[in-house]
């Protein structure tokens, strides 16, 4: 089987998979100077005339908040995108753009749950990470607490944690049954993020665990490696999902 998969992981379609397939992505990092992300507004342009190129419609972009890095508020992003905002009019370019964030798992996360700050998205979605270097731990609290004030949490790019690598189902079955909801970056199907991750990703398709996808895209380069990757037929495969982009 696992053969089987490496060769089908391989095969790309004659025509490339239309972006326009998802309408929305829900997961980037656009709102210029504010993490890791784009530093400039002409970069946030650029990478939204070529989203837009690709067929996407809408944006959910989601600047990162860290307590120790990003320490970004609700009042900082609200105020970037409508910076952003007055370009796109400005520039009167056909795309719409809205902005939640990307929270990372620490020891304050819980308590801006609790306070009810969390910035979402759709029906009260909010995007969350966890380290990439270390398993979470008391994660039943963290998902009880969004539960219990009203949130939907969306766990970003479960493919990319190493530490899940050996027991994927196991977790994935365990964080379903807590309510929990898993996005999946597109370029992980590219390899952008290494063979392990991209095998992770066409895992979770296979396995019907993928719920969202975004580009995760935080500078030219990751559009340009999605546009160039597009044939592979795991993108092809993104069709049968149910997936959450397209009601958004």
């Avoid at 939907?152 to 994927?168: G, T, V």
């Avoid at 390899?191 to 991209?198: A, E, N, R, S, T």
Wanted: aromatic fraction near 10%; charge should be negative.
């Amino acid at each position: 089987m696992g053969i089987i998969q490496s060769v089908f992981s391989r095969k790309k379609s004659k025509t490339p998979y239309d972006l326009a397939d998802l309408v929305v992505d829900v997961h980037s990092h656009l709102i210029p100077g504010i993490d890791d992300g784009a530093q400039t507004m002409d970069q946030t342009i650029g990478m939204l005339l070529k989203f837009k190129e690709l067929g996407i419609k809408k944006l959910v972009t989601t600047p990162h908040i860290m307590s120790d890095l990003y320490t970004n508020t609700p009042d900082i992003i609200r105020k970037g995108l409508s910076d952003v905002r007055d370009k796109i009019e400005e520039y009167k370019l056909d795309i719409e753009i809205q902005a939640a964030a990307e929270y990372f798992y620490d020891e304050f996360l819980i308590e801006k749950v609790k306070k009810k700050e969390l910035l979402t998205f759709g029906e009260n979605l909010v995007l969350f990470e966890f380290s990439f270097s270390a398993a979470p731990h008391q994660i039943a609290e963290l998902i009880f607490a969004m539960k219990t004030n009203g949130y939907q949490p969306i766990l970003a790019h479960f493919e990319r944690y190493p530490y899940y690598f050996s027991n994927p189902e196991e977790v994935v079955n365990d964080l379903r049954m807590k309510g929990v909801k898993l996005q999946m970056n597109l370029n992980s199907l590219t390899g952008h993020y290494g063979p392990q991750v991209k095998k992770q990703a066409e895992l979770m398709i296979d396995k019907g665990w993928v719920d969202m996808v975004g580009s995760d895209c935080h500078r030219m380069e990751h559009l340009n490696i999605l546009e160039e990757n597009l044939k592979l037929a795991y993108f092809h495969k993104l069709k049968e999902l149910p997936l959450i982009n397209r009601s958004l």
